[in-house]
């Protein structure tokens, strides 16, 4: 089993080491996780260098201080690790992201009322690092199943206008929160770069094409949470503690795991 991580992260915030980067890097650590991998590349929205890097960095790539354009690396290091899966199959590999709590965030004017974004993202990046980290195993197993394995499944992905009135559904099924899963090389090298170059009807919903792009080869996927096309949920008008109970949701993908060996053992 050979295992890899894929890591993008920001320095938009004068604090991202304490704020984020030392913290996920210790879960990593302390859940095993870093014991198991062959290599990590860091993906970084800005130019500062990385005090006492781990030994297995293999690859750092830094895309400078680009503020307002930093959305175009949503695509661009899901580009480089499509490329890399083509030449470098039988891995299982774990993307995952910062999910912009680096930053700093009001309130979306999209939002009927007022939201603690920052705590939110937080929120919901304690859950998605809890499933894909802390519980690494558990995804990793599931993989020998599934092609891949992340939170919160959607159908379809929707865009606000340029002022906010109005919404556009396309039919782009993806993870809730974008490259936050783990998945196996041989289905990432499967995925064509074209999607990201595409032409949408707005220039601002390109980025994002990095995030939708797990769903277009129709995988077999897996989801904490079930999809519920009547009920979607969303990080910011959800309060992820709230929304579902984690332990239970896990001891229930453990189950289905299980049961899945069993089944497997009798064929």
Known sequence: MKLAIFWQFSQFN??????????????IIESGLY????????FIKGNKFVKNPPDKL?????????NEKHKEIASFWIDRIIKWSK?????????????????NYESFSWLEYEVDVQSTKSKFKNFLERLSIEK???????????????GVWHEHAVFYNDDFTELYKFDFPHYHGGPFYWTTSDYFSTLDVNFLKQKLDR?????????????SKNPNYYSLISYDKDKPF??????????????ALIEKSVKYLNDKKIVQSIL
């Open 87 to 103: 030449e470098n199959l039988g891995y299982k590999i774990l993307l995952f992201h910062e999910l912009g709590i680096v930053g």
């Open 35 to 42: 014991d198991q991998i062959e290599f990590i590349d860091f």
């Open 203 to 215: 220039e601002g919903w390109r980025p994002y094409l990095g995030e939708l792009i797990i769903g």
């Open 136 to 150: 690494w195993k558990l995804s990793v197993d599931l993989l020998d199943y599934h092609d891949v394995v992340g």
């Open 234 to 247: 969303n990080q910011y008008e959800s309060d992820i503690d709230e929304w579902c109970n984690v332990d």
């Open 14 to 27: 004068s604090k991202w080491e304490e704020l984020y980067y030392k913290p996920t890097l210790n879960k």
């Open 58 to 66: 293999n690859n750092v790539h830094m895309f400078g201080t680009i």
